[in-house]
């Protein structure tokens, strides 16, 4: 069974500019949440998603927004790139909220 | 504020070894302990998970071990390899799953 998948695999970005990242989630999940990590750090939630509804939201500003399709695929977009957004973006799928997470690879966004 | 609290920053252990990663927290609404390990480039994979209502939990080489009354829980790798190498992560969710806090991380490297 394929896991999490995530597209582009990297990202090279100027600042200003905006960025979408996409997720598909393990067959059957219906929950997705997204994470930031910075070198060196642990992965910081952004969003989660369940059955196309947002359900919680992390301490970012409003330029970082998501939505979940349908298909429970989603996007992250973030607009106005600051040197800072320079991360490995993490999307993790789960059945339902509050269960086991599963990580993709992540989407590694470099802002020059 | 850090809501998961990770110990030691690093560890070096020889081959054979047991490895001790340690995680504490605060907020008694914590219901669900998964680890994390992850590679570089890689994003993080589920490792163990343990829920409040155990005081230990053993897949194979990996153990955790949960102290409810000391809001403390720990990892121990037993028989350490070269292969365990990597970076190692606790977290924390509450029965609302909104979100997993994660600790800051340990890099683990294992002595052939």
């Known amino acids: 069974d394929a896991g999490v998948t995530q597209s582009p695999t990297h990202l090279i970005k100027t600042r200003g500019q905006h960025v979408t990242l996409r997720c598909s989630p393990i067959?059957?999940?219906?929950?997705v949440s997204w994470y930031q990590q910075v070198l060196g750090q642990g992965p910081q939630f952004i969003f989660q998603?369940?059955?196309?509804?947002?359900?919680g939201r992390g301490n970012f500003p409003d330029r970082f927004s998501a939505r979940q399709f349908p298909n429970y695929s989603s996007e992250l977009n973030v607009n106005a790139l600051l040197l800072g957004d320079s991360a490995l973006y993490l999307c993790?799928?789960?059945?339902?909220?509050?269960?086991?997470?599963?990580f993709g690879p992540g989407t590694r966004l470099t802002v020059l | 504020q850090q809501q998961v609290k990770q110990s030691p920053q690093s560890l070096i252990v020889q081959k054979g070894g047991i490895s001790i990663i340690n995680c504490a927290y605060e907020?008694?609404?914590?219901?669900?302990f998964p680890w994390y390990q992850q590679f570089p480039g890689k994003g993080p994979a589920l490792l163990i998970a343990i829920r409040p209502d155990v005081s230990e939990k053993k897949e194979g080489r990996f153990t955790i071990s949960f102290n409810k009354s000391a809001k403390q829980f720990s990892l121990h790798i037993m028989d350490s390899q070269p292969g365990d190498s990597a970076t190692y992560f606790c977290a924390a969710s509450t029965n609302t799953g909104n979100q997993f806090y994660f600790g800051t991380g340990t890099s683990l490297t294992v002595i052939p």
């Open positions: 067959s059957g999940h219906k929950s």
């Open positions: 998603y369940y059955e196309k509804e947002e359900r």
């Open positions: 907020n008694t609404a914590f219901d669900y």
């Open positions: 993790a799928s789960s059945l339902v909220p509050n269960n086991e997470q599963f």
